[in-house]
């Protein structure tokens, strides 16, 4: 072989290779660039499935407030958890863990001052009796399962995300192009537990 050939051929080598690792960062980036897109609509389905329930709650919250004698702290405090819920916004373009604990602290405190607002009810038959009532209570119902269908959309996203960026050789990529792992959705703590329930017949 002649002297001449061997750089023409190691150039060649490092251009094929070159191309090679160039097609493979380029089909990476774009797939991960899609995959972190569709997690990002998906918790914007996640947010915009608690701004329904927010809105709901607001008209629940002025049917409520009709009863004369409704009790008032307990309304005072969906109000309250309602207005923390609705200031507490992430930012879909920067996710964090920290952020998404804040979020669904916040909304966990929302849920059950709206619980405790729901079972209060029972005691006043003109409010069980309220048409409006009826129809705003069983939106909620069917905007709560809303909730989780779209919580678990984001988290198969996300897992979809993760899995993309963490294999390898596409985790060396995802330095590169400065991809990091995304936070998913739990279960509020305490909720693996299955509530201790009585039953007191005097």
Do not use: C
């Not at 998906?42 to 407030?65: F, H, M, P």
């Not at 307990?74 to 958890?81: C, N, P, S």
């Amino acid at each position: 072989m002649k002297k001449w050939l061997i750089p023409l051929l190691i150039v060649g080598v490092l251009v094929f290779f070159g191309i090679i690792i160039f097609s493979w960062s380029v089909r990476f980036n774009n797939t991960a660039v899609t995959y972190e897109a569709n997690a990002k609509t998906a918790w914007s389905n996640v947010e915009s499935s608690y701004q329904r329930r927010n809105d709901l709650i607001g008209n629940l919250v002025k049917t409520v407030q009709g009863a004369a004698d409704f009790e008032r702290e307990t309304l005072r405090e969906v109000i309250e958890a309602r207005s923390k819920a609705t200031s507490t916004t992430i930012d879909a373009n920067n996710l964090s863990a920290e952020q998404l604990a804040e979020f669904q602290q916040a909304q966990s405190g929302l849920s059950s001052a709206l619980s405790r607002l729901l079972v209060t009810v029972e005691r006043y038959p003109e409010l069980r009796a309220n048409q409006n009532f009826l129809e705003l209570q069983s939106q909620l119902e069917g905007t709560e399962n809303r909730i989780n269908v779209a919580r678990d959309r984001f988290n198969e996203a996300v897992n979809t995300y993760d899995i993309h960026i963490k294999k390898f050789p596409n985790s060396l990529f995802a330095g590169w192009f400065g991809f990091d792992e995304m936070p998913r959705y739990e279960a509020d703590a305490g909720s693996e537990n299955a509530p201790d329930v009585n039953f007191e017949f005097d």
